[in-house]
């Protein structure tokens, strides 16, 4: 799980204002990605209060805040802070009054705020916070986007992992990462790879070095984040080995307990492997499709057999 985000990284991509100028953002974050609207802990029921996720007050819960008595909210309001929450957003351009304020700043928790509509924020910053903290793993190996698939390509150092990235990209094809790729189980079906900021847009070619290739071909050549639907693990030819000629059977890898269907591409002198990668991700869309040409192929046969009875 990663250690958490910092408040003013989720400032500055939800866009939030900080009402509370005095309370330096740079030093918390939020180490759950849910949120909490605390309708009930604000009628003074704080039993089972999550108080370690974002708190978002909407609408409804200003409105229902006004009316009450002033010596009531600042009763409630000290009750609330004192759970010490990571901070509290106001949406639908809706503000705090001086009292939330002022004791807001004294228990050194921030208020923020932002005019987009309560569910619509909620949605955004749930998504974008379940992708910041899902369980991460860095693994060695090249994801690219080729033709909306995210394939993950894998081998031993030296090859052509980059190679083949370069050639696709050459292609019309998108580079999310070289050489380290970043994982993060956002659900039980989704993996996100991305990659580390340090190399980003950079492929390693042996013999020559870095290439950046987001200057060298356009921005429309990378992509920050990219869901991993295939795996494609490049090894020396081994004659002795039997290697799948039909494809009737899926094979998987498993990374963070999510299995990806994997394939394993032999590579010897004359094989264009940035075709055999793009074969194999138009296959993979096709099957996503319902259409299967192994399948395809052993039915034909069957049918030809029965012909011939």
């Not at 031993?156 to 980059?162: L, N, T």
């Not at 492997?273 to 299967?292: D, T």
Request: charged share 25%; net charge negative.
């Amino acid at each position: 799980m990663a250690q958490g985000v910092k408040l003013n990284e989720l400032a500055e991509k939800m866009e939030l204002k900080n009402l509370t100028q005095s309370v330096d953002l740079s030093d918390k974050e939020v180490a759950v990605p849910d949120v909490n609207r605390p309708a009930l802990q604000l009628t003074g029921y704080f039993d089972h209060f999550d108080s370690d996720r974002v708190q978002i007050i909407g609408y409804v819960e200003y409105t229902y805040l006004q009316t009450l008595s002033r010596e009531r909210k600042v009763e409630i309001y000290k009750q609330f802070l004192s759970y010490k929450v990571p901070c509290v957003i106001f949406s639908t351009n809706i503000y705090p009054d001086g009292d939330f304020l002022e004791l807001a700043t004294k228990a050194n928790i921030p208020l923020l705020a932002t005019t987009t509509t309560t569910s619509a924020f909620m949605a955004e910053l749930i998504r974008w916070m379940n992708v910041k903290l899902a369980p991460c793993i860095s693994i060695h190996g090249v994801l690219v986007d080729v033709y909306g698939v995210g394939v993950l390509i894998m081998g031993e150092s030296g090859i052509g992992k980059s190679e083949a990235a370069l050639e696709l990209i050459k292609r019309g094809h998108r580079l999310v990462t070289d050489d380290v790729v970043e994982i993060r189980k956002v659900s039980d079906e989704t993996l996100v790879g991305s990659a580390p900021d340090i190399t980003r847009h950079f492929i390693e070619l042996r013999g020559i070095g870095i290439v950046d290739v987001k200057s060298m071909f356009g921005v429309q050549s990378v992509r920050e984040t990219q869901n991993i639907d295939l795996a494609i693990t490049l090894e020396e030819w081994d004659r002795e080995k039997e290697y799948d000629r039909l494809g009737l059977e899926e094979n998987y890898t498993e990374f963070l307990g999510n299995k990806v269907v994997c394939h394993s591409i032999p590579i010897r002198p004359g094989r264009n492997l940035a075709i055999i990668v793009e074969s194999a991700a138009v296959n993979h869309r096709q099957k996503k499709m319902g259409y299967n040409a192994a399948q395809e192929l052993y039915k034909r046969v069957q049918e030809n057999l029965a012909r011939n009875r």
